[in-house]
C-alpha cells in the first residue's frame, strides 16, 4: 500500500515550455487534490476531482489543467510554465469531500526558469 | 481573513508533552478542527480532527474548549521526530479545501 505517489520528483523547465505532474493513490478515494506550496507558505488548492469524472478549480487555477484519469489517477497540466509557477506541487486524496483527512504525496518540486 | 492564530513558534523538550494552541473565535457551527503537520520538504500528514467533543489516537489529543473558539493539540510524549510545522485548520463540513495557514515551528530538543 503505496499511499499517494507522485512523479516526477524534481523537474526543472524553461519559461514557455509544457510538463504534465503525475499523482495517483491505491487507497480507493473518491476525492482527488493537487496544491502549490511556495516557500516559506503554506498550501494552496490548484483543482480538486469530488469524484471520477468531475473536476472544479481552487483558489489558484490560473495555468493550469487537470485531468481525472479514473479513480486513482489525477494529473496537473502546465501548457506554458512561467517563473511564477515555481513551486513544490502536492498530491492529496480522501475517502469523499467533506469532513475527512485527506492524504497527500511526498511532492513535486518545480523550477521555471 | 485568517480563520486561525497560532504562536510562530515553540520548543518543547524530548519526552515531554506539547501543548500547542489555536485560536478560531470566529469558527460556524458546522467546522470542523483538524492538525496536520509537515515535516521538513514532506507532504503535511493528517493528524486529528475533531467538532465538539475531544478527540484521541494514536498520535495526539486535541481538547476543543466548550465554546469551540480555540483548541489545544496535545503531543504527549514528543520526539525528536516531532520537530515540524503544525497546522491548524478550520474547515466546514461541505468544503473540500484545506486552507494552510502559517502554522506553528514546533522544535523538539535533546
Known amino acids: 500500500n503505496a499511499g499517494v505517489t507522485q512523479t516526477p520528483k524534481f523537474q526543472v523547465l524553461k519559461t514557455g515550455q509544457s510538463m504534465t505532474l503525475q499523482c495517483a493513490q491505491d487507497?480507493?478515494?473518491?476525492?482527488m487534490y493537487w496544491y502549490r506550496q511556495d516557500p516559506g507558505m503554506g498550501l494552496r488548492l490548484i483543482y480538486y476531482?469530488?469524484?471520477?469524472?468531475?473536476?472544479d478549480k481552487g483558489e489558484v487555477p490560473n495555468g493550469y489543467n487537470v485531468s481525472r484519469l479514473n479513480k486513482r489517477e489525477f494529473s496537473l497540466r502546465l501548457e506554458s510554465a512561467a517563473p511564477s509557477q515555481t513551486s513544490v506541487y502536492f498530491c492529496?486524496?480522501?475517502?469523499?469531500?467533506?469532513?475527512?483527512?485527506?492524504?497527500f504525496g511526498p511532492g513535486t518540486r518545480l523550477t521555471v526558469t | 481573513d485568517a480563520k486561525t492564530t497560532q504562536p510562530p513558534s515553540m520548543d518543547c523538550a524530548e519526552g515531554r508533552a506539547a501543548n500547542l494552541p489555536c485560536n478560531h473565535s470566529?469558527?460556524?457551527?458546522?467546522?470542523?478542527v483538524y492538525w496536520y503537520r509537515q515535516i521538513h520538504s514532506q507532504g503535511p500528514q493528517y493528524i486529528i480532527h475533531?467538532?465538539?467533543n475531544n478527540e484521541t489516537n494514536e498520535m495526539a489529543s486535541l481538547i476543543i474548549t466548550e465554546d469551540r473558539k480555540s483548541s489545544t493539540l496535545i503531543l504527549p510524549h514528543a520526539t525528536l521526530r516531532d520537530t515540524a510545522v503544525y497546522y491548524c485548520?478550520?474547515?466546514?463540513?461541505?468544503?473540500?479545501?484545506?486552507?494552510f495557514g502559517a502554522g506553528t515551528t514546533v522544535t523538539v530538543r535533546a
Open positions: 492529496a486524496s480522501s475517502e469523499q469531500g467533506g469532513p475527512y483527512e485527506q492524504y
Open positions: 487507497m480507493n478515494h473518491n476525492s
Open positions: 476531482s469530488a469524484s471520477e469524472g468531475t473536476t
Open positions: 470566529t469558527i460556524s457551527g458546522n467546522e470542523y
Open positions: 475533531g467538532l465538539k
Open positions: 485548520i478550520v474547515r466546514p463540513s461541505n468544503d473540500y479545501k484545506l486552507s
